[in-house]
């Protein structure tokens, strides 16, 4: 059974900052992309940063672009997210999500529950 837990959200005040960790298990994590998405109430789901299987390439959204880093340890099968320079606009529930690393596109198929992240100003 493939499980992702999502963990380190909470209430942070403007300008600081987050780590988020999702722990994977019940999959070969090493041949899994991964990525980090968030919803807000009353908006959409989107994606927030992306990793490839090996952690050597990454993407962001432009929102969180130069603020989030997205990294991942293999040996752990852990994923994180370091937000740094949190805005109020960055409260959201917070999800990790898993996909096949493949040369055709595939989709996220696991997702995690989800964690909070509230930003005060």
């Known amino acids: 059974q493939v499980r992702l837990v999502e963990s380190g959200g909470g209430l942070v005040q403007a300008g600081g900052s987050l780590r988020l960790s999702c722990a994977a298990s019940g999959l070969t994590f090493r041949s899994y992309a991964m990525g980090w998405f968030r919803q807000a109430p009353g908006k959409e789901r989107e994606v927030v940063a992306s990793?490839?299987?090996?952690?050597?390439?990454?993407s962001y959204a432009d929102s969180v672009k130069g603020r989030f880093t997205i990294s991942r340890d293999n040996a752990k099968n852990t994923m994180f997210l370091q937000m740094n320079s949190l805005k109020p606009e960055d409260t959201a529930v917070y999800y990790c999500?898993?996909?096949?690393?493949?040369?055709?596109?595939?989709?996220?198929?696991?997702w995690g529950q989800g964690t909070q992240v509230t930003v005060s100003s």
């Open positions: 990793i490839t299987s090996s952690g050597g390439s990454t």
């Open positions: 999500a898993a996909r096949v690393d493949s040369y055709v596109p595939t989709t996220y198929n696991y």
